[in-house]
T-cell receptor
Framework: DGGITQSPKYLFRKEGQNVTLSCEQNLNHDAMYWYRQDPGQGLRLIYYSQIVNDFQKGDIAEGYSVSREKKESFPLTVTSAQKNPTAFYLC??????????FGPGTRLLVL | SQQGEEDPQALSIQEGENATMNCSYKTSINNLQWYRQNSGRGLVHLILIRSNEREKHSGRLRVTLDTSKKSSSLLITASRAADTASYFCATDAAGRRALTFGSGTRLQVQP
């Protein structure tokens, strides 16, 4: 899991609620990423950021939002617009174009 | 989009045997990376191979890359029960600043 932490490990969301997943890294990496993984599937890119105060939509950004105010932090908000949020969420960081290092993940469940 | 596709989807072998997993992709790449994921955990980086490289080794792991066929293979020699996991290939494609993952190969090593 390297120098990337994600919290919480489990998160429960009620209908209509926004929830925020935390991702912090101490690897001094410029680039950070959020992926979603559904059971038995590979990872799909939600958002990524190559530098502070800049981020780009990935393949499945609808219903999600991010911010990148600090180099170390890249929180992901799952909004009420995301109708099927139950999944395993993985954060990663890297030097752009190099190996990505992943956090331990957050499992989001809907009540 | 799932650019990298692994084959087979599932593989069951006996301890001590070799395991080979294949990955095919569609577009030009800068590099290709292999990851391992134990059930419910984050991804662990195994090997990164660049587009101008043909083969890389790391311990019991051997990765090959054939850019003319747009394919890669991961060989695990003398497998152990602890190698039981899902293995993913991920491509860093030219013009895309994030990885694209395949759906993975689930490896079961029987003791």
């Amino acid at each position: 899991d390297g120098g990337i932490t994600q919290s919480p490990k489990y998160l429960f969301r009620k209908e209509g609620q926004n929830v925020t997943l935390s991702c912090e890294q101490n690897l001094n990496h410029d680039a950070m990423y959020w992926y979603r993984q559904d059971p038995g599937q590979g990872l799909r890119l939600i958002y990524y950021s190559q530098i502070v105060n800049d981020f780009q939509k990935g393949d499945i950004a609808e219903g999600y939002s991010v911010s990148r105010e600090k180099k170390e932090s890249f929180p992901l908000t799952v909004t009420s617009a995301q109708k099927n949020p139950t999944a395993f969420y993985l954060c990663a960081s890297s030097i752009p174009g190099e190996t990505q290092y992943f956090g331990p993940g957050t499992r989001l469940l809907v009540l | 989009s799932q650019q990298g596709e692994e084959d087979p989807q599932a593989l069951s072998i006996q301890e001590g045997e070799n395991a080979t997993m294949n990955c095919s992709y569609k577009t030009s790449i800068n590099n290709l990376q292999w990851y391992r994921q134990n059930s419910g955990r984050g991804l662990v980086h195994l090997i990164l191979i660049r587009s101008n490289e043909r083969e890389k080794h790391s311990g019991r792991l051997r990765v090959t890359l054939d850019t003319s066929k747009k394919s890669s293979s991961l060989l695990i020699t003398a497998s152990r029960a602890a190698d039981t996991a899902s293995y993913f290939c991920a491509t860093d494609a030219a013009g895309r600043r994030a990885l694209t993952f395949g759906s993975g190969t689930r490896l079961q090593v029987q003791p």
